[in-house]
């Protein structure tokens, strides 16, 4: 079993280059001498992949080894902190260097400059070359994230879903069934506020950067969205629409009226510790932090928590599922094939599942049928995260090169509703902001 695991490997690693070395299916012939001419087809080859310190990196680590030894390749991962990731890659990529040859980016950020800039290389030819690969199976959102002018520039290798968060023990003694509706949220935060004993209704990212994840999928349960069009062939800044708005008001009455003081200060993990510490009811983020309020390491509720799709609007069931990191090529490095043969083998449905396991939720449709990849997570998580990726909108943000600046510039609008300025005036600003930011990239 273990020389047909090998077998398998090699062959994935070998399918650009050796299209029929994978012939005789099941019968395990790596072992072979034939097969010895062909099993380590990267022989010598070095390649240097620059990823996000995570958990996904550390379960890639742990089963590198068995890849090296298969196809007689290199890799040399190298691990930084989200920032420092970003700063490593723009000082490459903008003094063309060939390295690193692979690279984690976050598509909903960086797609657009990537792919305008010329730093990535399209898969799209890549992901057909072996049918064994199943590119299909890849979450369809996940998958429309990465693409910019129509090509694929990364291949998603872990997802976030938006979910709501809530008390089960809290509901079930006030009598309030788990709310399906934002107006059936608000009137259950409403309930169970009650601050005088240390309880928020509620409690959610109300930071102006961060906040913008937060909302994004309010503003689509009420038919809006940031943008109208896509950047690449002409769009338009959207925020202040009448359906925006609505969708900006129900996050800030409910941050306003049921979340806790200094919750403008808040980005995830604050608004992870209030909840983790019993002190909101309700959360609304994505579902890859649930372990910090399951954990009884870290939260004082760890088996009283409860998890549901995020509530419908006026347009609907509209959470958002993205794919928050991805693996993408440098269009410089000379070692494009041995590349792809990494990206396929730590993206393939074996590894897709380790990870799962190790609380990263996969990009892969069947990890997500299997037992195995649902067992390791609340059942209701696991149920919820599936759903949302059926229905998911694939952003989160505004979708265009100056992210972090458009993403100040939409926060904007629910902070000063929160302060109690008129928020058909804050909308009106920012949108005109907003289209300027717009104007400008596409001079980039």
Not at 98 to 111: A, Q, T
Not at 279 to 300: C, G, H, R
Not at 382 to 394: F, L, P
Not at 428 to 442: F, M, P, R, S, T
Request: aromatic fraction near 10%; charge should be neutral; include cysteine.
């Amino acid at each position: 079993m273990k020389t047909f695991k090998k077998g398998m490997i090699a062959c994935a690693a070998s399918a650009l280059l050796l299209t029929t070395a994978c012939g005789g299916g099941a019968s395990g012939q790596a072992g072979g001498k034939e097969a010895g001419k062909t099993a380590k087809p990267f022989e010598g080859k070095k390649i240097t992949v620059f990823v996000q310190s995570h958990p996904w990196t550390d379960t890639i680590k742990g089963a590198l080894p068995e890849f090296e030894a298969a196809t007689g390749m290199k890799v040399d991962i190298q691990g930084f902190s989200d920032t420092q990731l970003q700063q490593k890659l723009a000082v490459q990529f903008t003094s063309a260097s060939e390295s690193p040859d692979v690279f984690m980016f976050r598509p909903y950020m960086d797609k657009i400059l990537y792919a305008k800039n010329g730093w990535t290389t399209p898969l799209d030819d890549y992901v057909k070359k072996d049918p064994n690969y199943d590119f299909n199976d890849f979450v369809k959102s996940a998958v429309d994230e990465n693409m910019a002018n129509n090509k694929l520039m990364g291949i998603p290798i872990f997802s976030d879903q938006f979910v709501m968060y809530y008390r089960k023990d809290i509901l079930e003694k006030k009598g309030i069934s788990v709310p399906k509706t934002l107006d059936e949220l608000k009137e259950a935060a409403k309930k169970v506020h009650d601050p005088a004993n240390d309880l928020n209704g509620f409690v959610a990212r109300g930071e102006r950067n961060a906040l913008v994840v937060g909302v994004s999928s309010y503003l689509f349960a009420e038919g809006g969205d940031f943008m109208k069009g896509d950047f690449t062939t002409g769009a338009t800044a959207a925020v202040n629409t009448p359906e925006a708005i609505s969708g900006f008001q129900i996050y800030a009455d409910l941050l306003k009226n049921y979340a806790p003081q200094g919750v403008l200060n808040m980005a995830w993990p604050q608004a992870a510790g209030i909840f983790a510490q019993g002190k909101a009811a309700f959360y609304t983020e994505v579902a890859s932090v649930y372990q910090n309020v399951t954990d009884p390491k870290k939260s004082l509720i760890s088996d009283k928590v409860g998890f549901a799709m995020f509530p419908a609007g006026k347009n609907g069931m509209k959470p958002f599922n993205v794919a928050a990191w991805s693996l993408g090529i440098n269009s410089k490095t000379p070692n494009k094939d041995a590349s792809w043969a990494f990206i396929q083998w730590a993206t393939n449905k074996e590894n897709v599942l380790k990870v799962q396991r190790n609380g990263v939720p996969g990009t892969r449709s069947s990890v997500w049928e299997k037992k195995e990849g649902t067992e390791t997570y609340p059942q209701d998580l696991a149920a919820t995260i599936k759903e949302t990726m059926k229905i998911g909108i694939g952003h989160n943000v505004p979708q265009l090169i100056s992210v972090g600046e458009a993403r100040d510039t939409v926060g904007s609008i629910v902070v000063k509703a929160v302060l109690g300025e008129d928020i058909k005036a804050a909308a009106d600003k920012a949108n005109a902001e907003l289209q300027a930011i717009i104007d400008k990239d596409k001079t980039k």
